[in-house]
């Protein structure tokens, strides 16, 4: 799914399907478990130009679905389910020949949006770099 929604000029809200796989290492000495790995699955919409120039700016939000290994990753941080919503907003810039590369900034949150206690959920900030095939 990649998607005009709406067009204004030069400009449009588009949208796409984003699975993945990850993989998170605590080094922390209070680590309950030291290695999390996380599936998920965002539907994000992403603002950007629709005829691409040598640098083509954008922002996106998404909100999706992750299923982690485990709950918790130190006594100070626990999930209460493996279940967990992560939302996002983003900029970022496609590139090069054909925008065939993207490179952008996320803040990133997970939590499982109170279906259980502890919910404390976790941030992330993510530098991304892409190629486009």
Request: glycine fraction near 12%; avoid cysteine.
């Amino acid at each position: 799914w990649n998607k005009k929604l709406v067009e204004m000029g030069n400009w449009h809200l588009g949208g796409y399907w984003e699975s993945d796989a990850g993989y998170w290492s605590n080094n922390s000495y209070r680590r309950t478990h030291s290695n999390i790995l996380d599936i998920g699955f965002t539907p994000v919409f992403r603002f950007q130009q629709t005829t691409r120039s040598s640098l083509s700016p954008y922002v996106e939000l998404g909100v999706g679905l992750h299923l982690l290994s485990a709950t918790s990753v130190s006594d100070q941080r626990q999930f209460g389910t493996s279940f967990q919503f992560g939302d996002h907003i983003g900029i970022g810039m496609r590139f090069g020949d054909k925008g065939k590369y993207d490179l952008g900034y996320r803040y990133q949150h997970f939590s499982n949006a109170g279906i259980k206690d502890p919910n404390q959920g976790i941030n992330f900030n993510q530098l991304r770099l892409q190629y486009h095939f």
